[in-house]
């Protein structure tokens, strides 16, 4: 099993950066690909980015592709989402999540979610 914990989040202004962490228990995190989503309030969660286990792959949202940057220290356990150019339309709570087998966008596949991470962008 895998724990995974979010921080970084916080209060931005558009324009700026932040870059969120997800950290994760297990001696197994390489194995796992992950993936970044957000969710805001009352619509539904949507992948950002997403990596594979190895990092050679990676997926962006037609949203965030060129302004944001995941990447993955397999030593560290942890996985980032480096975050430029940051709009308002930002503004979400933002999760990371692994899969041991699903390397795909539908959230529903993933096994190991964090507990989220808030990001406001203020305009």
């Known amino acids: 099993q895998v724990q995974l914990v979010e921080s970084g989040g916080g209060l931005v202004q558009a324009g700026g950066s932040l870059r969120i962490s997800c950290a994760a228990s297990?001696?197994?995190?390489?194995?796992?690909?992950m993936g970044w989503f957000r969710q805001a309030p009352g619509k539904e969660r949507d992948v950002v980015a997403r990596?594979?286990?190895?990092?050679?792959?990676?997926y962006y949202a037609a949203s965030v592709k060129g302004r944001f940057t995941i990447s993955r220290d397999n030593a560290k356990n942890t996985v980032y989402l480096q975050m430029n150019s940051l709009k308002p339309e930002d503004t979400a709570v933002y999760y990371c999540?692994?899969?041991?087998?699903?390397?795909?966008?539908?959230?529903?596949?993933?096994?190991?979610w964090g507990q989220g991470t808030q990001v406001t962008v203020s305009s």
């Open positions: 297990g001696r197994t995190f390489s194995r796992y690909n």
């Open positions: 990596i594979s286990w190895r990092g050679g792959y990676t």
């Open positions: 999540a692994a899969d041991a087998n699903y390397s795909g966008t539908d959230y529903r596949q993933y096994d190991y």
